[in-house]
Each structure stands twice: as C-alpha cells, then as structure tokens.
C-alpha cells in the first residue's frame, strides 16, 4: 500500500512552458486535493475532487487545470508556467475528513 | 482574510519538557480540527484530530485541547523529544451542502527541541 504517490519529485521549467504533475492514490479514496505551498505559509487548495468525473475550484485555480477521470489519478496540468507558479506541490486524498498527503513536487519556473 | 491563524512562526524547547502550540480561527462552522507535522522536503503527515463536540483529544505524547468559546485550539506534545522538530500545521474544516471535505490551513509553527 503506497497511499499517495506524486511524480516528479523536482522540475524545472521555462515561463511559457507546460507540464503534468501527477498524484496517484492506492487507497480508493473518493476525495482528492491538490494545494501548494510558498515558503512561510501554509497551504493552499488549488483544485479539489469528489470522486471520480467531479471537479471544482479552490481558493488559488487560476493558471492550473484538472481531470479525474478515474478514482486513483488525480494530474494537476499547468498550461503557461509563470515564475508565480514556483512552489511545491502536495496532493492529498481523503475519505473521512482526515486527508493523506503525497512527498510533494518541487517546481520552478524561470 | 486568514480563517485560521498561528501566530507563532516558530517555537525552541529543551527535550523532555512541554511543547505547546497554538492556532486560532475565525470561522464558528469550523467543526473538525487537525494537527499535521511536516518535515523538509517531505509531505505533512497526519498526527492528532478533533471534533467539536469534544474538548480534548490525546493520543501518546500528544494531546489536543479545543476552547469552542475562544475559537482557540492547542496542541500539547509532552515529554518533546528532538524527533518532533519540525514545522506543525493546524487545519480545520467544516461540514458543508456538498460534503467537500475541504481544510483550510494555517500558517505553520517550527519546533525546534533542543537536546
């Protein structure tokens, strides 16, 4: 049982760039999360889920989009990347409150 | 507008004794409370819950303390071992039409027990 798995760990990308971050979960979770965190802060919600097919905003969507077309995958997908978008990156998964953290993708954008 | 607050940014300890931590919030739906650790380049972990409807939650060294009235909850880690340093978040939640789940986050407190 890995719980959550987050890929890649690190990355570094070009402004303008895109790419994936992807969160799997082993545990049949209906509710998924992706936050990020800045340093000396604490997290924020980008997207979340409640199962499979549903998605919705949280408090910091914009430049960020998801999918959740099955109940263990949850990828975060940033189109343009912007230096604003340097953070790391948590998903988490819950399914009675208490939610499951991922390791966390470090990303930079220059 | 910063619904659930740590004040302290950080906080040192000599080992074996109290560890306390503190987090304020604002919002009276809130009805579930976490504590989470997190160590460097690692996700938060899990470490103590509690809902409304209790005052106090204990588990091992930890122990979690809700004053509904003061919209205040505290974290007790006793005896502090220098395993424990690291940064404490406290998040909470409340029960909403669409059961989302969703945790709001403070800003997190570093602990450092010193040996």
């Known amino acids: 049982n890995a719980g959550v798995t987050q890929t890649p760990k690190f990355r570094i990308l070009k402004i303008g760039q895109s790419m994936t971050l992807q969160c799997t979960q082993d545990?049949?979770?209906?509710?998924m999360y992706w936050y990020r965190q800045d340093p000396g802060m604490g997290l924020k919600l980008i997207y979340y889920s409640v199962g499979a097919g549903i998605t919705d905003k949280g408090e910091v969507p914009n430049g960020y989009n998801v999918s959740r077309s099955t109940t263990e995958d949850f990828p975060l997908r940033l189109e343009l990347a912007a230096p604003s978008q340097t953070s790391v990156y948590f998903c988490?998964?819950?399914?009675?409150?208490?939610?499951?953290f991922g390791p966390g993708t470090r990303l930079l954008v220059l | 507008d910063q619904q659930v607050k740590q004040n302290s940014p950080s906080l040192s300890v000599q080992e074996g004794r109290i560890s306390i931590l503190n987090c304020d919030y604002t919002n009276s739906m809130f009805d579930y409370f976490l504590w989470y650790k997190k160590y460097p380049a690692e996700g938060p972990t899990f470490l103590i819950s509690?809902?409304?409807?209790?005052d106090k939650n204990e588990d091992g060294r930890f122990t979690v303390f809700l004053n509904k009235s003061a919209k205040h909850l505290s974290l007790h880690i006793v005896p502090s071992q220098p395993g424990d340093s690291a940064v404490y978040f406290c998040a909470a939640s409340a029960v909403d039409s669409s059961n989302t789940g969703k945790l709001i986050f403070g800003q997190g407190t570093t602990l450092q027990v010193k040996p």
């Open positions: 509690i809902s409304s409807i209790k």
């Open positions: 545990m049949n979770h209906n509710y």
């Open positions: 988490a998964s819950s399914y009675d409150g208490t939610q499951y």
